[in-house]
């Protein structure tokens, strides 16, 4: 599912931090290449295949990757490169939880993605009891893969986030996902999505659908993204694991149980 491509040069304009991040990111890329190249394994047999979608493949005729046959070394230098992706930053608005949670787990989606959208449905609300007993932080970061419709959804949950609804709007995009196939997302949608998420100012919602610094945030994360290798959503880490594609819930569980165990 992966690549790693040439090393990653960081916008002239770049913080400092985010700069250094990708040199490091750079400097580890053959381990996390191993990494993403194959799914998590978990700890029970799922019930059925979990699925990523690319930008290369219609997702809903993508087929499931192929189990690794041996699992990967440790790697110090790239467990400690995935233990401190996480921004925990205060006032985030694309994320939930406790900043100082013990366990955060990093995901990367694309608001078109079916498997995304399963994902949400299925797996999300059972991590909702560890985020609400302080255990669970989850910060989203894009990822937009297919097309100027994935980049306009993902500008509005942002702009719904400045007025506190950026779940809520999720919330509503993946409930309106077709069971397969990428979702047809016009304007007028993406402003009923805003009012099913309770965005109290729709004037200026509509206003911020036009700034390019929404836009802009959206492609840093998604090249962030890719600079990392990931090519396909859903996306996770999970402490200092990673895991492609829309597991079952129970594949979650054990991750953060191991996490907790540290």
């Known amino acids: 599912m992966s690549s790693i491509a040439t090393p990653p040069t960081p916008a002239p304009d770049a913080p400092s931090n985010r700069r250094g991040r990708l040199i490091v990111a750079w400097v580890v890329s053959v381990g996390l290449a191993f990494l993403l190249g194959m799914q998590v394994r978990p700890l029970t047999q799922p019930a059925a295949p979990a699925q990523t979608a690319t930008a290369s493949a219609d997702a809903a005729q993508a087929t499931p990757e192929p189990a690794a046959s041996t699992p990967p070394q440790p790697n110090p230098e790239l467990e400690r490169f995935l233990l401190d992706l996480p921004r925990r930053d205060p006032n985030d608005p694309l994320a939930m939880g406790k900043v100082d949670a013990k366990v955060v787990m990093t995901n990367w989606s694309d608001y078109r993605c079916p498997f995304c959208a399963v ?3 299925r797996t999300m609300p059972a991590l909702a009891k560890y985020v609400e007993d302080g255990t669970l932080r989850i910060e989203f970061r894009d990822l ?3 097309g100027e419709q994935s980049d306009a959804t993902a500008v509005a949950a942002r702009a719904a986030g400045q007025q506190g609804r ?38 200026a919602f509509e206003t911020a659908l036009s700034d390019p610094a929404l836009l802009e945030a959206v492609a840093a994360d998604s090249a962030e993204a890719r600079q990392l290798g990931i090519s396909g959503t859903p996306f996770f880490v999970i402490g200092g ?18 996490e907790l165990a540290r």
């Open 119 to 121: 994902w949400h449905q």
């Open 241 to 258: 694991q990673a895991i492609s594609g829309a597991q079952p819930t129970e594949v979650f569980e054990s991750l953060i149980a191991q």
């Open 166 to 203: 950026f779940w809520e709007f999720q919330d509503a995009v993946f409930a309106a996902a077709p069971p397969s196939g990428h979702p047809d997302i016009q304007r007028d949608d993406i402003l009923a999505f805003a009012q099913t998420a309770g965005v109290p100012d729709m004037t």
């Open 144 to 146: 937009s893969l297919f």
